[in-house]
């Protein structure tokens, strides 16, 4: 089993930057995919970013330049940095990581931008 948890989010200004992060606990060797996918009010979750324990990214276009994902392997942590907000970036955004054949999600934090 693999817990993940998220920080970070909040009430944000269009035009300003917040850095979410994600703690991933449990009977974990060694994590290679973890990422970062939101969900808006009425819309279906999307992919924001993902990473592999090489360093290798991928990002949803809406985001691409705006937003940096990055992470620890020793900390089994990941990190969203998001600059340039927008108020479509409002949305609860959800850790994710794929371990052992099996999906696993954080409990979400809501990020709202808005001024």
């Known amino acids: 089993q693999v817990q993940l948890v998220e920080s970070g989010g909040g009430l944000v200004q269009p035009g300003g930057s917040l850095r979410l992060s994600c703690i991933a606990s449990g009977s974990i060797f060694s994590i290679n995919r973890m990422g970062w996918y939101r969900q808006a009010p009425g819309k279906q979750r999307e992919l924001v970013a993902t990473?592999?324990?090489?360093?290798?990214?991928n990002y949803a276009d809406s985001v691409k330049g705006r937003f940096t994902i990055s992470r620890d392997n020793a900390k089994n942590s990941v990190y969203l940095q998001m600059n340039s907000l927008k108020s479509e970036d409002t949305a609860v955004y959800y850790c994710?990581?794929?371990?052992?054949?099996?999906?696993?999600w954080g409990q979400g934090t809501q990020v709202t931008v808005s001024s």
């Open positions: 990473i592999f324990s090489g360093g290798v990214t």
């Open positions: 994710w990581t794929y371990y052992v054949r099996s999906d696993y």
